[in-house]
């Protein structure tokens, strides 16, 4: 069963934007801490942002001022905007909900920054 949905990725040229969405059920948008996290190929794992407690937001030094994280409470949706891109943002962009020790991942969706 599919509890997280994502979806915005695309090819964008260097300079420009993407929003990502991640749609997920009530109680795990009510309940856990949802974020982003990007793979880059031949990389680890790395976070991009995350909601930490209520609305305390964590960035990864490399996006701050460039990325930011939102949410639509009515939607149950989080929202990655991502500005002024790179092509160092090329990766698979992951949706992560965690509640404890309890973590949910979404499929994927890939951000492509190239001229």
């Known amino acids: 069963q599919v509890q997280l949905v994502e979806s915005g990725g695309g090819l964008v040229q260097p300079g420009g934007s993407l929003r990502l969405s991640c749609a997920a059920s009530?109680?795990?948008?009510?309940?856990?801490?949802m974020g982003w996290y990007r793979q880059a190929p031949g990389k680890q794992r790395e976070l991009v942002a995350s909601?930490?407690?209520?609305?305390?937001?964590d960035y990864a030094d490399s996006v701050k001022g460039r990325f930011t994280l939102s949410r639509d409470n009515a939607k149950n949706t989080v929202y990655l905007q991502m500005n002024s891109l790179k092509p160092d943002d090329t990766a698979v962009y992951y949706c992560?909900?965690?509640?404890?020790?309890?973590?949910?991942w979404g499929q994927g969706t890939q951000v492509t920054v190239s001229s």
């Open positions: 992560n909900a965690r509640l404890s020790l309890h973590e949910l």
């Open positions: 009530r109680s795990i948008f009510r309940n856990y801490n």
């Open positions: 909601f930490v407690s209520g609305d305390s937001t």
